[in-house]
T-cell receptor
Framework: GAVVSQHPSWVICKSGTSVKIECRSLDFQATTMFWYRQFPKQSLMLMATSNEGSKATYEQGVEKDKFLINHASLTLSTLTVTSAHPEDSSFYIC????????????FGPGTRLTVL | AQSVAQPEDQVNVAEGNPLTVKCTYSVSGNPYLFWYVQYPNRGLQFLLKYITGDNLVKGSYGFEAEFNKSQTSFHLKKPSALVSDSALYFCAADNYGQNFVFGPGTRLSVLP
């Protein structure tokens, strides 16, 4: 149980285009989902926290207009990188927090974004 | 500021030898502590967690971790390392669900 999927697992796009990444909790309801970014050889950096049905809370320094997060249902959150640039190239990982299990996050497999 | 430290960027150990990956935390209260493993180009996999109770926690793949409150440490250990254990290991602390903080990661290389 507690499986989280991400789609796509790997994406290459041209500079200036937008890319949507989906994060799904497959067998549980996730009231809260988190989006992380990981640069090469570095730790995870929390970008934002999204609660189902409400606006995401962004960490300091993360552009909310650049990284659009939608958490429309208890099993799906999306991250859209708008007008992507090469510096947005990174590994994006989502995690989902099950209802009533606030102290445990289940991580998706990650999405590698390369912007040319 | 709340933080998790992993003092070693890289740990090298010979296959069959015991391994230790160190973690110390600076988080207020009594945080929950976690270890995750990340294989190349993959997401994180949960290894184990400490919530309360016995200071020695056993987890997946033969790993265990020892919680030491006085030293604010949560070192990851395994009695006998395997080449397949080579990966990036992250320690994390969760302060009652308010703040999930990751350490910088330690790259473990197990040499055959």
């Amino acid at each position: 149980g507690a499986v989280v999927s991400q789609h796509p697992s790997w994406v290459i796009c041209k500079s200036g285009t937008s890319v949507k990444i989906e994060c799904r909790s497959l067998d549980f309801q996730a009231t809260t989902m988190f989006w992380y970014r990981q640069f090469p050889k570095q730790s995870l950096m929390l970008m934002a926290t999204s609660n189902e049905g409400s606006k995401a809370t962004y960490e300091q320094g993360v552009e909310k207009d650049k990284f659009l997060i939608n958490h429309a249902s208890l099993t799906l959150s999306t991250l859209t990188v708008t007008s992507a640039h090469p510096e947005d190239s990174s590994f994006y990982i989502c995690s989902a927090q099950a209802s009533g299990r606030y102290n445990e996050q289940f991580f998706g497999p990650g999405t590698r974004l390369t912007v040319l | 500021a709340q933080s998790v430290a992993q003092p070693e960027d890289q740990v090298n150990v010979a296959e069959g030898n015991p391994l230790t990956v160190k973690c110390t935390y600076s988080v207020s209260g009594n945080p929950y502590l976690f270890w995750y493993v990340q294989y190349p180009n993959r997401g994180l996999q949960f290894l184990l967690k400490y919530i309360t109770g016995d200071n020695l926690v056993k987890g997946s793949y033969g790993f265990e971790a020892e919680f030491n409150k006085s030293q604010t440490s949560f070192h990851l250990k395994k009695p006998s390392a395997l080449v397949s254990d080579s990966a990036l290991y992250f320690c994390a602390a969760d302060n009652y669900g308010q703040n999930f903080v990751f350490g910088p990661g330690t790259r473990l290389s197990v040499l055959p």
